[in-house]
Structure formats: structure tokens, C-alpha cells
């Protein structure tokens, strides 16, 4: 038996569909070796089952309940094998042979520590979240007021989604998206893997962060792709009958809280208290209007 290279780690909450689909890509494009770990969050439609029938290579951890990106990944510590990991969302069409190519140009470069691929959405135009910047205060400020759709191109406004890059141009990056988030085992057991201070959202820009730091480059791989069907975890938990209002808000606030745990953790000493503060206004502000559309439209 050849020894595994790649544990794909692949997180499920209620997306059976999109599983089968994402599982049937790897199998049919992936020639390396490797192995399928499935962490389900406690779905209810029929997924744990489906896996036990149609796909008894893939290991499966089940979770009782929904424990969130974070805490859901992190179960599969300690069933990986591989050297490297590939945290893969479900909602995600593997194409060619990008996982065995995105490793091959992973392993000849010397100091990569995570990579991500050209991630294509349904209608054909780039995942824009594919690759990202850091959230600082200037940073935040042209995203949030939109000034980087604006001025797309320009490296003074648009650098929160790399608009000022050729989408098609291997480059170095800040933060890659969780949906194709490849790293090595040895990188994660430093870092401590997934911060499970989140919940939904951050995950992947605080893991980024904790790479970085240890001086690794985070790369930007264009050279192959993927489809992203985008969301469709977050959309389905908004199609849930939630129990009462605040586990609703949970999942409406989950971005914004987000920012404000990473702001804290990693970029509260490195400004004057003023811009501090009016961060957190501003997040506050951005708390308020999800919460008045919500409820009130």
C-alpha cells in the first residue's frame, strides 16, 4: 500500500448533494495518494448515511452537533496520515488534476507554507475571495466603503482582493479561503491548527496570519482550478428554522464578529487607540445594519 501524501479533510453540515459531487471530483482527478476524511457537524439530511453506503474508503468523524468550521476541522488531527492537508470546502468541483499539480508546485518551492488554487464560481468569473490582504484599518476602510469596486485596478484602493494583480499570475498572498486551503501537517501541528476562538468565518484568515508569522510565504496558484459552488453551507443555514432569534443571529453576525476577534488578537497593539476605537464603532455599525435587515426587511 503506497503511504498516503495528501489528507483531504473535507467539513459537512447538511450539504449531502454537494458532498457526493465534491468526493466524485477527487476520485476522479486525483492520482497521488491520498485519503478522504469527512468531519460531519451533526447533519440531519442523510449524508452520514450516504457515506457509510456509497463511500466506505472515507473516514468519517461525526460530531453530535454543529461545532463550527473551526472546531469541526480541527477533529481530524488525529486521523491524518498524509503529509500535506488540503482543508477542502464541500461545496467545491475539483477539475483536472489540480490537487496532484497544486502539491507538485508546493513541494518544488522553498519556503511555501499554505497554497491556494484559481477558485471559478458557477458563472465562470474568479471566487474573488480566492485571494485576500490582511484586514488592516485602510485596508477594511476601501473594502468596507467599496472604494476597491471603484477602482478595481488600483493598488491604492483594491488591495483587500488583489484587484491590482492578474487573477491569472502566481503570486504571493495574505490570507487563502478555507474552500481550497492547502498546508503541510508538520506547518499545522506548529501553529496549533484552526483558532477555534471562531465559530463561522476567520478561521482561514487567522490560520494565514499564524503561517505567515512563522516567516512562510502564503502562495496564490493560478495555474490550475477549481469550482466553487460558493456559500452553500451558509446559505442552507439560512434556510434553517432556527430555534429562537439569537441562534439566527449567530450565523448573520458570524462574519462581523469575526473581523473583530482577528483585530483584536493580532492588530489591536499595532495602531494608536483612536483607530482602535473607530474599528470597533465601525464593526458595531456593520452589527447593526445585518441585524435591521434581518428583522425589519
Not at 457526493?20 to 447533519?43: A, R, W
Request: hydrophobic content about 40%; glycine content about 6%; aromatic content about 12%.
Amino acid at each position: 500500500m503506497k503511504k498516503i501524501k495528501v489528507s483531504i479533510v473535507i467539513l459537512n453540515f447538511n450539504t449531502k448533494n454537494l458532498l457526493k459531487n465534491c468526493i466524485d471530483s477527487i476520485k476522479k482527478s486525483t492520482h497521488i495518494p491520498y485519503e478522504i476524511i469527512v468531519v460531519d457537524n451533526g447533519s440531519t439530511d442523510g449524508s452520514v448515511k450516504m457515506l457509510e453506503q456509497d463511500y466506505k474508503s472515507v473516514i468519517l468523524i461525526r460530531n453530535k452537533k454543529n461545532l463550527g468550521f473551526a472546531a469541526g476541522n480541527n477533529k481530524a488531527r488525529s486521523k491524518v496520515r498524509g503529509k500535506f492537508v488540503l482543508f477542502l470546502n464541500s461545496d467545491t468541483i475539483i477539475e483536472g488534476t489540480s490537487i496532484d499539480k497544486s502539491i507538485s508546485y508546493f513541494e518544488k518551492t522553498n519556503n511555501t507554507g499554505a497554497l491556494t488554487v484559481k477558485q471559478v464560481l458557477p458563472t465562470g468569473k474568479i471566487d474573488k475571495d480566492s485571494r485576500r490582504s490582511f484586514p488592516t484599518p485602510w485596508v477594511a476602510l476601501t473594502h468596507f466603503s467599496r472604494l476597491d469596486r471603484l477602482f478595481p485596478k488600483s493598488k491604492l484602493f483594491s488591495r483587500y482582493w488583489y484587484g491590482y494583480l492578474s487573477a491569472n499570475k502566481i503570486h504571493n498572498i495574505d490570507v487563502l479561503q478555507g474552500a481550497y486551503f492547502l498546508t503541510t501537517k508538520k506547518i499545522l501541528d506548529k501553529v496549533g491548527w484552526f483558532s477555534e476562538d471562531y465559530f463561522l468565518d476567520g478561521e482561514d484568515i487567522d490560520l494565514s496570519w499564524k503561517i505567515k508569522q512563522l516567516g512562510y510565504c502564503l502562495v496564490y496558484y493560478p495555474k490550475v482550478k477549481i469550482i466553487h459552488l460558493k456559500g452553500a453551507t451558509k446559505k442552507k443555514n439560512k434556510r434553517l428554522t432556527f430555534k429562537d432569534k439569537r441562534e439566527r443571529q449567530r450565523y448573520v453576525l458570524a462574519g462581523i464578529e469575526a473581523m473583530q476577534i482577528f483585530y483584536k488578537k493580532y492588530l489591536w497593539e499595532k495602531y494608536p487607540i483612536y483607530i482602535n476605537y473607530l474599528i470597533l464603532l465601525a464593526i458595531n455599525l456593520l452589527k447593526i445594519l445585518r441585524l435591521i435587515r434581518l428583522y425589519v426587511f
